[in-house]
């Protein structure tokens, strides 16, 4: 079974016309158990570093991933380590990872936004339907808290205002703390007294 035909046994409807002609066009090998349990991103990743064949879409994908890196790791990797740093009150060191993976996740999505019409020309779509969602709110929550906590709210509140920056449309977020996020920054605002 190629990457097409898995995809489309995941969707409970019938592949198009279109999706049925592209599956024709590129029988990739996959290397299933070598790449089982990675996200898309990561396996793509992997498997370019293999040197195995890659679909325009795994291209897109490993192209993103590969530029989330952080200190040589994903972003996704560092969660254990900056709940570490903060428990240990070394808020400074966990500020500073924090933004290194905030700068992460904008790259990331930089790309995303760059690879939508090379998605949009591969699905035959609109580029404006293959745009990045926001970048992850959790690492910009991490960073207010650590920024409340040294006392530091216009920061804060620039932290905040620059995830805002990234989120795109609200209509597109999705999650709870996209609100608790927003809560924040007014919270931060009246401490500071500053009408920002």
């Not at 890196?69 to 070394?90: I, M, P, Q, S, T």
Request: aromatic share 6%.
């Amino acid at each position: 079974m190629n990457w097409l035909q898995r995809l489309s046994s995941k969707q409970p409807s019938a592949a198009t016309e279109a999706e049925e002609s592209v599956e024709q066009k590129h029988e990739l090998p996959r290397a299933d158990e070598q790449f089982e349990g990675m996200g898309s991103g990561a396996r793509a990743s992997a498997m370019r570093r293999e040197g195995l064949a890659l679909s325009p879409l795994d291209e897109c994908d490993a192209d993103e991933h590969d530029t989330e890196y952080v200190r040589g790791k994903h972003f996704l990797e560092w969660g254990d380590e900056l709940k570490r740093l903060k428990r240990e009150g070394r808020l400074d060191d966990a500020l500073t990872l924090a933004m290194e993976i905030i700068e992460a996740t904008e790259r990331g999505q930089s790309t995303a936004a760059r690879n939508a019409s090379k998605r949009a020309a591969y699905l035959r779509g609109k580029p404006e339907d293959h745009q990045p969602r926001e970048t992850p709110p959790g690492w910009t929550e991490h960073a207010a808290i650590i920024l409340r906590k040294l006392g530091r709210f216009d920061e804060k509140v620039a932290v905040i205002d620059r995830w805002i920056a990234h989120a795109g449309p609200s209509h597109r977020w999705v999650g709870a703390k996209h609100a608790k996020l927003l809560e924040r920054r007014g919270r931060a605002i009246e401490l500071t007294g500053s009408g920002a």
